[in-house]
């Protein structure tokens, strides 16, 4: 598959110094050990492969044949046109050896592989997307830095806990702990490596808050661009995954799955705010929390519009308290009957921003028979197209797939760029969400997380550069 995506911007590529303490640890860029200098350029070629000057092919992997899978590939196909530069979708590999074969022929990938270490061996990939079950996310991390693999996107969760493939039970304190010190280890190997993690939170991603990021800079420019609070809700009516309802492949619920997209902007914002002001991000540093089971205490009739899930919540609710006072409240559910709602409000000391990216009212259609529109999707689980309905056109672009692959892409091609949702990212949020279970366990007690957010190091280096993320806005 030959996309010829334009020239990306150049940022930094990162390497760790880790001590002996369990959580703290400082990455840096450092590439001048004898074990680093070879990660390195296994990783990343030198600068003149990477130069405007030559042709340059960008091999790119996909683990999964699932939703996540499906628009991965996609985006691929969507990201802005580059001279000189050719993305091509170098091998897929699944579960089953007929999906990965189905899917590289529907998407017009190179080869299906039968499982990630071979795919991983003949590509060698220059970009690698883990958007299979959660429950591979860790593992496949790992196996993807030892391979120097050079960006690796990781979809959301970061990991799920250990303890499910052990076949053990724990109580959500325990859970936490155990999961945060899997994290490490995750995050260690690809650090030490030489590799750039992308976490692939598309919220992060959407042109709203790349816009809110430059009004920011503005702000904070001019003494002001403090964020205050922000209120985030992503919702629908039950997950594509037929995994989700198992706890053990998708980590848990509405809280875990839904409730994670909202907060990754409210992360990413306070994040910048702080790098921009002071060069150092604002972080969470207390959580509380509900996660309910609604629809499975309901009557049978109840659920005939929504995925009753029997094994994890479909209602989460989470407010995170962050280290300069201000907060932000997410959340996450499936009881949405009107399909997908993705919104997002961050109220700030100089502005109030609202994105509604979908449902959003700027395109409006009524049909007074749905067979009209065939096999059209008009929006993300909106159930029938009969009546009226707000139609959202490219929804890849509008839920920032295309920008977030396009963050992959500037990446792999600059080897001093950073994501600018990377493993800060993947980190604050699994320590949120986790300590979500554990507050939602002790019935919305407030859990302290400063020991995983104060207690593990980020180097500025290796930080996004928010001044980076690009414009959405013209200027006069």
């Not at 996609?74 to 897929?92: F, K, M």
């Not at 299979?132 to 391979?147: F, L, S, V």
């Not at 816009?211 to 904070?220: D, F, K, N, W, Y």
Request: glycine share 8%; hydrophobic share 35%; aromatic share 6%.
């Amino acid at each position: 598959m030959g996309i010829r995506p334009h020239w990306g911007r150049t940022g930094s590529m990162n390497d760790p110094t880790i001590d002996s303490k369990r959580h703290r640890h400082r990455e840096s860029s450092d590439c001048n050990s004898p074990r680093r200098q070879s990660s390195c350029r296994s990783a990343h070629g030198t600068r003149k492969d990477l130069s405007m000057t030559d042709p340059v092919t960008l091999d790119v992997t996909i683990n999964g044949t699932g939703f996540a899978g499906d628009y991965t590939a996609r985006t691929y196909g969507l990201i802005p046109h580059r001279n000189g530069v050719d993305i091509r979708l170098a091998g897929v590999t699944s579960g089953r050896m007929e999906n990965a074969e189905r899917f590289a022929g529907s998407h017009g990938v190179t080869t299906a592989y039968a499982s990630h270490v071979e795919m991983l061996e003949a590509v060698q990939p220059t970009i690698d997307n883990i958007a299979c079950a959660n429950a591979a996310h860790g593992p496949y991390t790992i196996e993807a830095a030892r391979a120097g693999v050079p960006v690796i996107v990781l979809e959301k969760p970061p990991v799920v806990w250990p303890g499910y493939t052990q076949d053990r039970t724990a109580d959500a304190a325990t859970r936490k702990r155990e999961s945060m010190d899997y994290l490490a280890e995750v995050l260690d190997e690809v650090a030490g490596s030489g590799s750039r993690l992308l976490y692939a939170e598309d919220f992060v991603y959407v042109d709203g808050v790349k816009g809110l990021v430059e009004v920011l800079i503005e702000a904070i420019a001019g003494g002001q661009g403090r964020v205050l609070w922000q209120q985030g809700v992503c919702a629908h009516q039950g997950s594509h995954a037929p995994a989700y309802d198992t706890p053990s492949l998708s980590g848990g619920g509405a809280l875990f799955n839904k409730a994670c997209h909202p907060l990754g902007p409210c992360l990413y914002l306070k994040q910048a705010e702080g790098i921009i002001r002071d060069g150092r991000p604002i972080r969470p540093v207390a959580v509380t929390a509900v996660a309910l089971q609604v629809l499975k205490h309901q009557p049978e009739a109840s659920g005939r519009h929504f995925r009753v899930l029997q094994n994890v919540d479909d209602f989460g609710r989470i407010t995170v308290v962050f280290n300069d006072h201000t907060v932000a409240e997410v959340v996450g559910s499936d009881l949405s009957i009107s399909g997908i709602r993705n919104e997002l409000r961050v109220i700030t000391d100089f502005a109030q921003y609202d994105m509604r990216i979908n449902p959003n009212n700027e395109n409006e259609l009524f049909l007074p028979d749905a067979e009209a529109a065939g096999d059209l999707l008009l929006r993300e689980k909106l159930p029938t197209a009969q009546g009226t309905s707000f139609p959202r056109p490219r929804q890849f672009h509008a839920h920032g797939y295309v920008n977030e692959m396009n963050d992959a892409v500037d990446c792999a091609l600059d080897p001093d760029r950073m994501p600018q949702s990377g493993p800060l990212m993947a980190w604050d949020t699994m320590a949120v969400l986790m300590a979500a279970y554990e507050s939602a366990e002790a019935n919305g007690t407030m859990v302290d997380i400063s020991e995983y957010t104060h207690g593990r190091e980020f180097d500025p280096a290796t930080l996004p550069d928010p001044r980076q993320f690009g414009a959405v806005f013209q200027r006069q």
